[in-house]
């Protein structure tokens, strides 16, 4: 494409009858204006296709990262969708497993508890009816004849009344544990009948 300083430049041999010189020159000089002018148009329009064409270029580029990306996300989510599915089922068979476990446990604690409660019920039962045996076994002997004492025909005026009255009437010294025990009354024959 001519540019318009080479369309400035241009001469042209003259001939014996040729054009007018000066209507060509203002002619080349009208051509050359506006070619200049188209020229620049077009330079102009060059650099914003170049650019637009950059820019597209970039948003094509963004795009395609933005789907990338989004496809991206999508199988992430996905993944994160289905890992917490799968998390979850996890822990629900946990927990479940763990509950059986405790259940059991309970239920085994819950009989030996069962089992100790009998066991200490029938002991329990066993001991009362001894100690009942032996209780009456008891009553039985303080009411029998050898626990009866006959008080009749016995004086009680002759018994001393304490240790030292006893050591006076006898003329007996006491020991030392003679001594321990001489804070002891003898019976009383006042209170016996």
Do not use: W
Request: no cysteine.
């Amino acid at each position: 494409m001519l540019t318009p300083i080479e369309i400035q430049n241009k001469t042209f041999k003259a001939v014996g009858l040729g054009y007018d010189k000066r209507d060509v020159d203002i002619f080349m000089q009208e051509v050359a204006d506006s070619y200049e002018s188209v020229y620049r148009e077009k330079v102009e329009l060059d650099d914003k296709v170049n650019a637009l064409i950059e820019a597209l270029n970039h948003y094509k580029s963004i795009e395609k990262m933005m789907q990338k990306a989004l496809i991206l996300a999508e199988k992430t989510a996905e993944e994160t969708k289905t890992a917490a599915i799968q998390n979850a089922r996890q822990i629900e068979n946990d927990a479940v497993t763990r509950s059986q476990i405790i259940l059991s446990d309970a239920r085994r604690e819950l009989d030996n508890i069962r089992q100790q409660i009998i066991t200490m019920t029938q002991t329990f039962e066993t001991y009362k009816i001894n100690f009942k045996n032996l209780a009456n076994a008891q009553i039985e002997l303080v009411n029998s004849d050898s626990f009866n004492i006959k008080t009749s025909g016995l004086d009680f005026e002759d018994i001393p009344q304490s240790v030292t009255d006893y050591s006076e009437e006898t003329g007996y010294e006491s020991t030392s544990e003679d001594d321990q025990n001489s804070d002891f009354d003898i019976i009383n024959t006042d209170s016996v009948d």
